[in-house]
């Protein structure tokens, strides 16, 4: 690569949940670029939950029923709104049982992240939590020798994730979610590991992300894509936050390619997608084809791109079984 041009260095990977058309996918960038280096802001404050909760009252719950029984999609603002108060109603219940790597928080999401299940009957789920971040720096030739400094976790639910790389390369990592609990509880727990002043978390955007240009050596998205309903946006806001030479890893859901003439995917795909969408507050997806395109567009070049599917089928497996013991 030129070190003086502005090319960019992307690796994607694909994760496939049991069907084979639905995927997890995972991506990371790397890019060289003349922009100057920008620090970014952070904010660490307590923040009411207030808000985001008294969205919902009985006509608006009368609804979201209704619109669920008919897998109706949403708007945006109703998925902004409404990942932010599942999240601030659910986190401390997803804590109490999976740990503090919760992904399925863009910022968002408070299921735990997919763990890495190998072999695929292990049963110490925290861990393969872990093992799976670390499996997915590995990938993305995240290492000692080349550590991040300046990392964005975007949608880091309790910041699981950003505590951890922030304690493994010794760098500040700064985490953003929709959720004002996840921002709070996140910092309380950077505060009791220690870690206050390497990792921090607030409330953001993801597609209007409150950082300059060429802010982060490591951006980081860790199972929250899929919550976006601008995957054009998504994909430009993370390119613009990353500072050149720096690396972007995307791990997301994502449907099949489609095959050369196929306008779309079957009806049957559509409708249980819909399903999926209403029960986790996803807009449509994308397949892996689509978000390396967008990529190519924002000058990535290199792309990386791998399923990893049978890595985390087991998890989800983990997650219904665990739905069913008394604490849950």
Not at 98 to 107: C, R, V
Not at 131 to 147: C, G, H, R, S, Y
Not at 282 to 301: H, R, T
């Amino acid at each position: 690569m030129d070190g003086g041009g502005d090319s960019r260095n992307f690796l994607p990977a694909t994760n496939t949940m049991n069907n084979n058309w639905l995927r997890l996918s995972l991506f990371a960038i790397c890019w060289w670029g003349s922009v100057a280096f920008a620090p970014s802001t952070s904010v660490s404050k307590r923040i009411s939950t207030s808000s985001s909760t008294s969205l919902y009252g009985v006509r608006s719950a009368v609804r979201r029923a209704r619109d669920s029984l008919l897998s109706k999609d949403r708007t945006d603002k109703d998925l902004k709104d409404g990942i932010a108060f599942f999240y601030d109603r659910s986190s401390k219940l997803w804590e109490d049982v999976w740990g503090e790597h919760m992904h399925q928080h863009l910022i968002f999401y408070s299921l735990p992240i997919s763990g890495y299940y190998i072999p695929e009957d292990r049963t110490d789920h925290v861990q393969a939590q872990i093992d799976l971040i670390d499996e997915v720096l590995k990938w993305a030739e995240v290492d000692d020798k080349n550590p991040p400094k300046n990392v964005v976790d975007v949608g880091c639910g309790i910041g699981g994730s950003s505590r951890h790389i922030a304690k493994k390369y010794d760098c500040k990592a700064q985490g953003i979610t929709l959720s004002p609990y996840q921002a709070n509880r996140g910092n309380e727990l950077a505060k009791e590991q220690g870690l206050s002043d390497k990792a921090s978390f607030q409330v953001a955007d993801a597609l209007n992300m409150p950082f300059d240009d060429s802010s982060f050596d490591l951006v980081w998205s860790l199972e929250s894509g899929e919550h976006m309903p601008d995957k054009t946006k998504f994909v430009n806001e993370l390119m613009r936050v990353a500072a050149p030479g720096g690396r972007v890893i995307i791990v997301t859901w994502c449907h099949r390619d489609l095959e050369l003439g196929e306008p779309s995917l079957s009806k049957k795909e559509e409708k249980i997608l819909a399903k999926i969408n209403r029960a986790y507050y996803l807009p449509k997806w994308c397949s892996v084809d689509d978000y390396c395109k967008l990529l190519e567009k924002e000058g990535a070049v290199d792309i990386k791109r791998e399923d990893w599917s049978y890595v985390i089928a087991p998890f989800w497996k983990a997650v219904i079984k665990s739905s069913l013991n008394l604490k849950s």
